[in-house]
């Protein structure tokens, strides 16, 4: 069977309150599903508003954006994580004013920022938002943001980029050392400066209290709250505790998927997901 590819609508410009140019795509028709991404990415690089499209962009509109600072979208400082939020609302009020909105990693967690700020979000589905809740993984060092600010500042960005793959994501620092000079590593090079605002996203959520999270409970949007199967342990802890704080959540295990997920693994529910009436 022939697998079709989605071609997006040109690069279109959404105006941020401070100015800031957001610059995004469209694929396939219907309702507007926003996809916020996590660290580092954006959508020169991800694939995924693409794959998901070629499963159901017949019945949505996938919305794909560069956050501030990454691909063609600009980055007015000083940067505050509302700034972000607004990023977000700039782009659901040029896509029709409402939209459902997925999260992936702590791209999540600027989802739930935008629903705490009342932002016109349907429904809210959220991937591995990476909270650190207890002990089952070391807590991010007090320092973390301004260590990411300092080294993307410096004459080696890519020094923030291990960091945050080391000291962020736990790989291995030998593996990590390895991935330098790779094709791959240099559009990641080129973003350094943003992961400080992934870190200030996060803020105090990785620190090993599971309390941080109860500020979430006053999100009322229906939220479809997923990780992976194979994903490590303290990840699952966290997804369940916020899952537990959500007012309106339903919880689900996507079966061999880790970290980075497939969008064939995605697809499926979303479009039942988002396909429900809201009760």
């Known amino acids: 069977m022939e697998t079709r590819t989605e071609t997006p609508t040109r690069t279109e410009i959404a105006t941020s309150a401070d100015g800031t140019q957001i610059a995004f795509s469209r694929y396939g028709e219907g309702p507007t599903i926003a996809l916020v991404d996590g660290a580092t990415s954006y959508r020169a690089i991800n694939p995924s508003a693409a794959q998901l499209a070629d499963s159901i962009g017949s019945k949505f509109s996938i919305v794909a954006y560069d956050r501030r600072g990454r691909g063609e979208s600009t980055d007015v400082q000083p940067y505050a994580v509302e700034r972000e939020v607004e990023d977000l609302a700039a782009v659901i009020d040029a896509t029709g004013g409402r939209a459902f909105v997925v999260g992936t990693s702590s791209g999540a967690v600027l989802a739930l920022h935008a629903a705490a700020a009342g932002l016109p979000i349907t429904k809210l589905?959220?991937?591995?938002?990476?909270?650190?809740?207890?002990?089952?993984?070391?807590?991010?060092?007090?320092?973390?943001?301004?260590?990411?600010?300092?080294r993307a500042a410096s004459k080696d960005p890519g020094?923030?980029?291990?960091?945050?793959?080391?000291?962020?994501?736990?790989?291995p620092a030998e593996q990590v050392k390895g991935m330098r000079g790779q094709p791959f590593f240099a559009p990641l090079e080129g973003v350094a400066h943003t992961i400080a605002y992934d870190g200030q996203v996060m803020g105090d959520m990785?620190?090993?209290?599971?309390?941080?999270?109860?500020?979430?409970?006053?999100?009322?949007?229906p939220t479809l709250v997923l990780d992976g199967s194979d994903s490590e342990g303290w990840m699952h802890h966290g997804v369940d505790a916020l899952a537990k704080i959500l007012p309106n959540a339903e919880r689900r295990t996507l079966f061999g998927q880790t970290h980075q997920l497939e969008a064939s693994a995605l697809a499926p529910e979303l479009e039942s997901f988002f396909s429900e009436s809201p009760p």
Request: proline residues 13%; aromatic residues 10%.
């Open 159 to 171: 020094s923030a980029v291990e960091y945050f793959l080391t000291v962020g994501i736990g790989m």
């Open 125 to 150: 589905a959220l991937y591995e938002p990476p909270f650190i809740i207890d002990d089952t993984r070391p807590p991010l060092p007090i320092d973390y943001v301004p260590q990411l600010r300092a």
């Open 206 to 221: 990785m620190d090993g209290r599971p309390e941080t999270l109860l500020r979430w409970d006053s999100v009322e949007a």
